[in-house]
């Protein structure tokens, strides 16, 4: 689960005709945060049931963050608990994933580590920080690859991975990093290479394994 704390964006689906959408009088959150909620079926085309609630925030005044459920990509755990565990002032899920497990449906990054690929492009939001100024988001599709890097017979030799921190399939490489859990969670099949270090080197390849730990 993704959630952004503290503010989100809302969007209305685009029609035929222009729509001059009023907010209405906000109830106050907390200092620069405000929640409206919107009902009109004006809203739609044709015109119809509808319910949206908005977040509006004052960038200077509160922070927004990403977070996952567990503090981990692969794992479940209601909003309002993942709210009360980062004591949130509000929360929202923000992104697809997948119901069974939690494993986020697109690309995600958090504090400057990407946790979840995808390499189709999907909507993605991004929050900036630059020194001094308040932070702003960046609204664009994106995708994200990752690629493995090695030395061999004095070539460089890049193989594709086809997933980080996400469920093994067979035939792939897959990249698990410390975030992910103390080991991959993984069956007693296939080869699993245990890397450590600066620049990562591997200290131990386990065939038929599964569960390597991962070093933290």
Known sequence: VLLLLVAVAAGVPACERETTLSLGKPE?????????????????????????????????????RCALAQDRPMSLETVPDIAARH??????????????????AG???????????????RGAVGI???????????????????????????ETVAVPIDGVDTTRARSKLMLYTPRFGPDSDTAETGV???????????TERRPNAGKTPIPA
Do not use: C, M
Not at 36 to 51: D, F, K, Q, R
Not at 87 to 104: H, M, Q, S, T, Y
Not at 110 to 120: C, N, Q
């Open 28 to 64: 106050k959150v907390a200092d620069g945060v405000q929640f409206y909620t919107l009902s009109h079926p004006g809203l739609l085309e044709p015109a119809g049931v509808v319910a949206i609630q908005i977040l509006r925030i004052d960038p200077s005044r509160v922070d927004l």
């Open 87 to 104: 004591k949130a002032i509000a929360a929202i899920n923000g992104g697809f994933f997948v119901v069974r497990n939690g494993d986020p």
């Open 107 to 121: 690309v995600l990054e958090i504090d400057h580590e990407l946790v979840s690929d995808a390499a189709l492009t």
């Open 128 to 154: 900036v920080r630059a020194p001094g100024k308040p932070l702003h988001l960046l609204f664009d599709r994106v995708g994200a690859s990752v690629t493995l890097t090695y030395r061999q017979g004095g």
């Open 192 to 202: 699993e290479w245990q890397l450590a270090g600066v620049p990562l080197h591997v």
